[in-house]
């Protein structure tokens, strides 16, 4: 099914939590672009966008937004990401694009995280159908594959793809996904992990999920 008209209508939405005069953090994908075309026909009203890749730095750009190096700011009131899955609980699944070290830095000092998926992301359990991603200092690759592996999971290498910051994705099937957090903070600090792409710890503030049916707010 194509849910390209349900992730236009869910950044068309994310709109209404923005002021005049806000500096915002944007996210990476598909759903993304489409937030920032929405972003365009404002951004006059917008200071500057904190961007969390290479290519939503070129669509923003592109867009006439004014972007913000996030070193010159402490904090950031809002962020709008995307992300592949998301639970009841608002922990989510993200890095299918590549970019969730950027995404986590980001998140992390913003007051609120504006998640934006259509329906087809909302899940029961996060973990149940994407691969939980990983960035990793491609030294470590072996490494982290075998500790990956006494976790239970199935680790794979994804082809020819290299991070923003030139690094490797490890996409990790069949993880026991029973404790989110927990399973977050472990994989974080295997030597050589960048990030991995379970937000559990900072989970999403708002979610918002466009349906055929219309938004339904978390
Ligand atoms: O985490 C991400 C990129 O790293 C994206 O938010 C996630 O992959 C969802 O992408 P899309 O909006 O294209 O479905």
Redesign the pocket.
């Known amino acids: 099914m194509n849910f390209k008209h349900l ?1 236009k209508k869910v950044a068309i939405e994310a709109i209404n939590y923005l002021h005049s005069g806000i500096t915002i953090g944007v ?6 672009f489409y937030l920032i075309k929405e972003l365009k026909k404002i951004s006059h009203l917008i200071y500057g966008a904190v961007s969390s890749s290479k290519s939503s730095t070129y669509f923003l750009k592109n867009n006439k937004i004014n972007i913000i190096n996030i070193n010159q700011i402490n904090s950031l009131q809002i962020y709008i ?4 899955e998301v639970d009841d609980k608002k922990r989510m699944i ?7 070290t950027g ?1 986590k830095i980001i998140s992390s000092i913003s007051d609120i995280f504006i998640c934006i998926v259509d329906k087809s992301k909302k899940v029961s359990k996060i973990g149940s159908k994407f691969p939980i991603p990983i960035e990793v200092i491609p030294m470590s690759t072996s490494y982290v594959c075998q500790e990956i592996k006494k976790l239970g999971g199935i680790p794979k290498v994804r082809k020819n793809f290299f991070t923003d910051y030139g690094n490797i994705i490890i996409d990790v099937y069949h993880l026991n996904m029973s404790n989110p957090l927990k399973t977050e903070l472990y994989i974080n600090s295997i030597v050589g992990v960048v990030t991995v792409g379970i937000f559990a710890k900072k989970k999403a503030d708002i979610v918002l999920i466009s349906s055929e049916n219309g938004i339904k707010i978390l």
Do not use: F
């Open positions: 992730k996210g990476t994908g598909s759903t993304v990401d995307s992300a592949d993200k890095g299918g694009g590549g970019a969730l995404e």
